[in-house]
């Protein structure tokens, strides 16, 4: 392993911000992790995974360790069930169609996600009625200083929207190297309920979709609404999507009778942070080089030169300008470094 200087990022970020490392290293396996960790105590690190939860705002005045961990492996199964192990540097919409295409179900509605296997835990990504935490099973992460390999259960993830432990008590502690999944072989429990994956099947014709009909349904779907950050960059959805109170929501829905809105429990209620921004008034604006997608307000994109400074000044922009019209804090999704 070579410890480069000076290294552009560029091609790996999916924003394809231009900014350099001050020193870079990929590693390949995970005796290759703990030698790194072991030889460079005492530096300041900074982990990429996939590149597609960050907003580079600036130059990254540390070694970055590339996480390339690869393999997909079924750790155990019976009639009903496999726990499909999948390494941290592993693409993430590649391991769901691998799945997929071997009938095992859970996961489908995840599809297209950008990023890769290891960094799902970190944000408990979800989508369509989905979570990770409703499959996973355990992961493997590697204590940064000890460069010991500790197991963590779901329940000590510690999962909540877009959160977890590792964004928590234990962030920059540990490196996720490899993620355990419980995944369906038969009486698959495929989740259509949302209105767009219905409406995609309707239009294949599709009465009783498989686990690999959903996936490809909830694929079209994002490849109709969002961006290819290989075509143009972007992150995929830049904002959560805020949760209110019933309360301050049915006074909300008073001035604004078309409010989407999805009640969790019977106190809060979550909005659709697309909405807000697309009422807003950003959807499909521009600002030089970095602007709203035309098709999905929730998504910033790079027309091409924009720096990350000037993505994250619209994205507060908008932050600024949704609370003012709704008295509602949309908060970023992706890390800002």
């Known amino acids: 392993m070579e410890i480069q200087t000076n290294y552009p990022l560029k091609s790996l970020n999916t924003f394809g911000i231009a900014a350099n490392a001050k020193e870079f290293v990929s590693v390949n396996s995970v005796?290759?992790?703990?030698?790194?960790?072991?030889?460079n105590t005492g530096k300041k690190l900074f982990i990429l995974g996939g590149g597609s939860n960050m907003l580079l705002t600036q130059d990254i005045d540390a070694l970055v360790i590339h996480v390339n961990l690869k393999g997909i492996d079924v750790v155990w199964q019976d009639d009903e069930t496999a726990h499909v192990k999948a390494m941290a540097g592993e693409n993430w919409h590649e391991f769901v169609q691998h799945c997929t295409g071997l009938n095992y179900g859970g996961i489908e509605n995840l599809s297209l996600i950008p990023?890769?296997?290891?960094?799902?835990?970190?944000?408990?990504?979800?989508?369509?009625?989905?979570?990770?935490?409703?499959?996973?099973?355990?992961?493997?992460?590697?204590?940064?200083t000890t460069q010991q390999i500790r197991t963590f259960t779901n329940a000590e993830c510690e999962f909540g929207y877009r959160e977890s432990i590792f964004k928590g008590l234990l962030k920059g502690q540990y490196i996720i190297t490899s993620v355990t999944f419980g995944l369906t072989k038969v009486n698959h429990k495929i989740n259509t309920s949302y209105g767009d994956i219905a409406a995609e099947l309707t239009k294949k014709g599709i009465v009783t979709p498989t686990i690999k009909d959903a996936g490809e349904a909830v694929t079209a779907i994002r490849q109709s609404k969002l961006p290819d950050p290989k075509e143009l960059g972007n992150s995929g959805s830049f904002f959560k999507n805020p949760i209110i109170t019933i309360e301050q929501f049915e006074k909300l829905y008073i001035l604004?009778?078309?409010?989407?809105?999805?009640?969790?429990?019977?106190?809060?209620?979550?909005?659709?942070?697309?909405?807000?921004?697309?009422?807003?008034?950003?959807?499909?604006?521009?600002?030089?080089?970095?602007?709203?997608?035309?098709?999905q307000a929730l998504v910033l994109v790079n027309y091409g030169n924009a720096t990350g400074q000037e993505l994250l000044d619209l994205s507060k922009k908008i932050q600024d300008t949704v609370f003012e019209k709704f008295g509602i804090a949309i908060e970023a999704e992706v890390n800002v470094v």
Request: contains cysteine; aromatic residues 8%; hydrophobic residues 35%.
């Open 31 to 39: 005796e290759e992790l703990a030698e790194v960790l072991k030889e």
């Open 115 to 144: 990023g890769n296997v290891g960094t799902t835990p970190i944000q408990n990504i979800g989508a369509y009625g989905t979570e990770i935490k409703d499959t996973m099973i355990s992961c493997e992460a590697m204590q940064i």
């Open 256 to 295: 604004h009778p078309t409010m989407p809105h999805y009640t969790l429990d019977d106190t809060y209620v979550k909005v659709p942070a697309g909405w807000l921004i697309e009422q807003s008034g950003f959807k499909g604006s521009r600002y030089g080089d970095a602007g709203v997608h035309a098709r």
